[in-house]
């Protein structure tokens, strides 16, 4: 090829990403035209020189990386996505193990691009992970591709250190992001930031569309600070581009990222907005509506491009695309199969374990080595017990790894001999993460989408500060496990600030999250066995501070019923019929026994429940939920030292809750409980004044 036609061909790949993206946005009557078409030089330049991508295999595990975190975006994607001819996967191994299907399929075929954003295609208004090969993490929700960025980036450098032999380097993967100024505005990306700085990530390149518009108009508005200095200072190389149409500064700005082996980059871009469009460019009119037929007209107009024509994509642009970024990609890929082999041969159970990992298999003695837990009136936190299996688990699944915002010492997460992750320590596996709760559950999203098993952990009253990033975990279904301790009025003096109330009631709320409360250490174990199985969804486990009595499995119902959500614990002596149900977690599980017994000195017969979850319990059979919850009984207490809100749906309407109703306060956890009136007590009145209420209701 030519000089000229060289030139050419980039050109018109550029206005071809342009005009799908206008043209889709059109058809749709709604999204984001602008952001684009100034930032199709950016991607193609990423696309065309340096990604290492395989479109026929496009969950290749050493692939690198490319992030929109500025998912309005997202035709820029989807553009991507089909001109580069990426194949729709199945993901039967969904970190690219040895068994994906490899369909011949379209990933994003130019049919899907004309049915952007409607009901079923594969072209959301946002892109989601999960629905869309290509896609490496759902985006949209401002900040979030950062954070997940850095966890990408971490986990190629722990893999790396794991499964790179001298001879085989089968992890070095790069990750690209493009981020807008919402992005780089957003609480989350400054301690993804700062994470990423103080980690030395040279492995990740964020590209900073520095357009100077956002929704209201010119970031003027709310945005002066020097981004360039603020980077500096976080530990970052920084790049700078004076316009995104130039793509030879663009190649040097990423050849400076390539070259660098000591820090993240930030490539600042300055563009414009709607480029192109005559009157629309460079203003905030392009962000987020269809340009119109007039502004598109002109834009084609101004690209040399055929005014009348849609969704034209010219046919060498998408062989172009199979030359340059397909062809590196499969060769790279064809390499990395054959250094596998030989990696399979010299380091067989290596091999071994990377093939579980990727397949997201449990290795076969993953629960050979979990404690046992003896009755104990005194007892144990469960933040203990769940420390305990913890490091249990990990003797046993190398990929399960984590850590806390500054609290394990609190959360019990730092396992002992696994080693800490640092910027000159790539295999550990207790991450330091600061006091970045957001950008920490951002960073594990982005690890649990590079095969790794991550936990983290803080505070449960701090769930508040990590949510964004959690409900993305559900949204995407990663299996993120949230180890968050410190979970009701039982921690104590630390008072209102600390002590969550709502948070229960909040997590319950999250669909496709898992939410665990459990009662007693063996209901710790039997959590964690169920959480380890489903690495398709991520689950919060909701720990006390205080200890807890572990209960006699002997006299009462087995700790396997957690795998049900709730279970009997305790029923009437001699088979009796329950006259009312006391149903607890966590702490208050104990709170409800003790009030059977007080009950049942008044020779009233209570069934005990535990119900360590709610969604666990609302999967199984309507006869497995009656047998535990007979509707006929009618008489019932909720116990928990959390708001009430959610539990007329368990207690029904002549039920009694016994938990908060208001914030907590700073004094030893016994005083509170006394202070709030959650004591077996007030669990054995609430029981009789149900019970009254059903009595006076039968009558009526
Ligand atoms: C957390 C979050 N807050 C708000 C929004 C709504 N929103 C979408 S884009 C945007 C800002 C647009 O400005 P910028 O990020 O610079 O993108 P550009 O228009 O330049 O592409 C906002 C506020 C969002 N998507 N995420
Ligand atoms: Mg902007």
């Known amino acids: 090829m030519d000089s000229k036609s060289a030139v050419d061909i980039d050109q018109l790949s550029i206005n071809t990403i342009r005009t799908l993206s206008m043209d889709a946005v059109e058809a749709a009557k709604s999204g984001h035209p602008g952001t684009p078409m100034a930032l199709a030089p950016v991607a193609y330049t990423i696309w065309r020189d340096f990604l290492r991508y395989d479109p026929t295999n496009p969950t290749w595990p050493n692939r690198d990386r490319f992030v929109l975190s500025c998912g309005h975006a997202s035709m820029l994607l989807y553009s991507l996505i089909h001109l580069s001819g990426i194949r729709r996967e199945t993901a039967i191994a969904p970190h690219g193990g040895v068994d994906q299907s490899k369909s011949q399929e379209p990933a994003v075929s130019l049919d899907d691009i004309k049915k952007f954003r409607q009901l079923g295609s594969v072209c959301a208004g946002h892109p989601e992970h999960h629905m869309t090969s290509g896609i490496e993490t759902t985006t949209g929700p401002l900040g979030q591709g950062c954070g997940n960025s850095v966890g990408m980036a971490i986990a190629a450098r722990w893999l790396g250190a794991r499964f790179n032999t001298p001879d085989q380097t089968l992890f070095d993967y790069d990750t690209y992001v493009l981020a807008s100024d919402g992005d780089l505005m957003e609480g989350v990306t400054a301690e993804a930031a700062s994470l990423a700085g103080h980690l030395k990530l040279s492995n990740l390149c964020w590209i900073y569309d520095d357009n100077a518009i956002t929704i209201e108009g010119r970031t003027e508005l709310a945005f002066s600070e020097d981004v360039a200095m603020r980077f500096g200072g976080l530990g970052w190389h920084v790049e700078r581009v004076a316009d995104a149409n130039d793509t030879v500064s663009l190649k040097k700005a990423l050849e400076g990222f390539k070259a660098r082996t000591d820090a993240p980059t930030l490539v600042i871009v300055k563009s414009r907005i709607g480029f192109g469009a005559p009157k629309k460019e460079g203003s905030h009119e392009a962000h987020g509506a269809p340009l119109g037929a007039e502004e598109i007209r002109g834009a084609k107009a101004s690209y040399g491009w055929p005014v009348d024509a849609s969704f034209l994509v010219p046919e060498q642009v998408p062989v172009h695309f199979q030359r340059t970024l397909g062809d590196r990609g499969r060769l790279a890929n064809d390499l990395w199969q054959k250094a596998r082999g030989e990696h399979a041969q010299a380091h067989p159970s290596l091999a071994h374990e990377l093939t579980e990992c990727l397949n997201g298999r449990l290795p076969t003695a993953w629960d050979t080595q979990l404690p046992q837990f003896p009755t104990d009136p005194k007892g144990v936190a469960t933040r203990i017990s769940s420390g305990k299996v913890l490091s249990a688990l990990s003797s046993q699944v190398p990929w399960l790894l984590g850590g806390s915002a500054d609290l394990a010492p609190s959360t019990m997460t ?48 701090f769930f508040d500060y990590l949510k964004p990033s959690l409900r993305l975990s559900a949204i995407g279904g990663l299996g993120v496990i949230y180890i968050l301790t410190h979970d009701s009025i039982g921690l104590g003096e630390d008072g209102p600030t600390h002590q969550p109330i709502e948070q229960l009631a909040s997590a319950r709320a999250v669909p496709g999250l898992s939410v665990f409360r459990p009662g007693d250490a063996n209901e710790v174990i039997q959590m964690w066995r169920v959480v380890m199985k489903r690495a398709d969804r991520p689950a919060v486990l909701v720990l006390t501070r205080q200890n807890l009595p572990t209960v006699d499995r002997s006299l009462m119902g087995s700790a396997e019923g957690v795998s049900s959500g709730a279970y009997v614990l305790l029923d009437p002596p001699g088979g009796a019929t329950p006259d009312c149900i006391l149903i607890g977690t966590g702490s208050e599980v104990s709170t409800c026994v003790e009030a059977a017994k007080i009950l049942s000195q008044s020779g009233v017969h209570a069934r005990v429940v535990s119900m360590p979850s709610w969604d666990l319990f609302e999967e199984q059979l309507d006869s497995y939920k009656e047998s535990v919850l007979p509707t006929a009984i009618r008489a019932r207490v909720a116990c928990e030292a959390a708001g009430g809100f959610g539990w007329d749906r368990y207690i029904g309407p002549l039920g009694r809750f016994v938990g908060m109703k208001s914030y907590g306060a700073s004094a030893p956890a016994p005083d509170l409980y006394k202070q709030f009136g959650i004591t077996p007590e007030a669990v054995a009145n609430a029981a009789r004044a149900s019970m009254e209420t059903v009595q006076a209701s039968s009558k009526k």
Request: overall charge positive; hydrophobic content about 50%; aromatic content about 12%.
């Open 414 to 461: 730092l396992v002992a001999g696994a080693g800490d992750f640092g910027p000159h320590a790539h295999a550990g596996r207790n991450f330091h993460f600061g006091i970045r709760e957001h950008a920490m559950a951002a960073a594990c999203n982005g690890m649990a989408l590079s095969g790794l098993r991550p936990y983290c952990a803080t505070f449960f009253v």
